[in-house]
């Protein structure tokens, strides 16, 4: 496993395939579709969103998922279903990270 990556690193990975994987299943490619800036709790600590589009036709539950970048780096990550996409064909996954800034 990996650290998780910061704002930075995810907006540089935006509308790349990422891969979702569970227990007992293959997994899913997902899209990195937004990023957005959340509030900290300190000068020491970022938050931010990430929201991942899945496959048409598919509409997964709120998990923990393993998730796995382009870069091929991985973590768990509790995913929540937020809704479809503007077009409706889509459904989002959101997940909040708020973690310490590098120093």
Not at 4 to 33: D, K, N
Not at 59 to 88: F, K, M, N
Request: glycine share 6%; net charge negative.
């Amino acid at each position: 496993m990996t650290s998780i990556p910061s704002r930075q690193e995810f907006e540089q990975q935006l509308q790349q395939p990422w891969h979702l994987s569970w227990e007992g299943g293959e997994g899913i490619a997902v899209t990195l579709v937004e990023v957005s800036e959340g509030a900290a709790m300190n000068a020491r600590y970022e938050c931010y969103s990430a929201v991942f589009a899945q496959p048409v036709g598919i509409q997964l539950p709120q998990h923990i998922y393993l998730l796995r970048s382009p870069s091929s780096a991985q973590w768990p990550v509790l995913l929540c279903p937020i809704g479809p996409d503007e077009e409706g064909e889509r459904h989002l996954l959101q997940a909040v990270f708020h973690r310490r800034k590098a120093q």
